[in-house]
T-cell receptor, first 114, second 113 residues
Framework: GQQLNQSPQSMFIQEGEDVSMNCTSS?????WLWYKQEPGEGPVLLIA?????ELTSNGRLTAQFGITRKDSFLNISASIPSDVGIYFC??????????????FGKGTLLTVNP | DGGITQSPKYLFRKEGQNVTLSCEQN?????MYWYRQDPGQGLRLIYY???????QKGDIAEGYSVSREKKESFPLTVTSAQKNPTAFYLC????????????FGPGTRLTVL
């Protein structure tokens, strides 16, 4: 089946630093999604990408859909303590039948030291 | 407020007992999903449903059962056949369209003693 490799597994940074994480896939996806999960809560959608090469921002967050459609990255600029959490990437092949199933990476645990 | 609710937040059961986790949404979404999350792991799909009275197995359906009698509700039963049921269970829903973004509920943590 499809697999997503998400890296790094964890990051420990100082407040104010920029953060970068990425996901790579063994196969093509038509949609890339980035979620953030805080302890004991469900994931919250941060950014959705629908087109190869697309670069989308949401406040201090920027994500890109790779040209090959096999990768995506998420950047967080000027990190703050409330950025702490687990960030997941997810890929979706497309609509129709089982193609809308999401495949998730294993997550990047972000810790921000004030 | 529109959203997805899961209850209870924490659930404890004895080994060998079946247990049903609730998931309700008032977003008028057609599709609903159940995922399982274990520490340090991504989310794994248990079951999904695109329409009322229809559902499909996901990647780890063994030991679980679901029903979809109403559009708003998609309960998950963890049966005694599930060998390692202790986990965090997440329900999600989406509009079935070209951009099927899934939105998640707050989760239920099940502990089997």
């Amino acid at each position: 089946g499809q697999q997503l490799n998400q890296s790094p597994q964890s990051m420990f940074i100082q407040e104010g630093e920029d953060v970068s994480m990425n996901c790579t896939s063994s196969s093509i996806f038509n949609t890339w999604l980035w979620y953030k999960q805080e302890p004991g809560e469900g994931p919250v959608l941060l950014i959705a990408l629908y087109k190869a090469g697309e670069l989308t921002s949401n406040g201090r967050l920027t994500a890109q859909f790779g040209i090959t459609r096999k990768d995506s990255f998420l950047n967080i600029s000027a990190s703050i303590p409330s950025d702490v959490g687990i960030y997941f990437c997810a890929g979706q092949l497309g609509s129709g039948g089982s193609n809308y199933k999401l495949t998730f990476g294993k997550g990047t645990l972000l810790t921000v030291n004030p | 407020d529109g959203g997805i609710t899961q209850s209870p937040k924490y659930l404890f059961r004895k080994e060998g007992q079946n247990v049903t986790l609730s998931c309700e949404q008032n977003l008028n979404h057609d599709a609903m999903y159940w995922y399982r999350q274990d520490p340090g792991q991504g989310l794994r799909l248990i079951y999904y449903s695109q329409i009322v009275n229809d559902f499909q197995k996901g990647d780890i359906a063994e030991g679980y059962s679901v029903s979809r009698e109403k559009k708003e509700s998609f309960p998950l039963t963890v049966t005694s056949a599930q060998k390692n049921p202790t986990a965090f269970y997440l329900c999600a829903s989406s509009i079935v369209s070209l951009s099927d973004t899934q939105y998640f509920g707050p989760g239920t943590r099940l502990t089997v003693l």
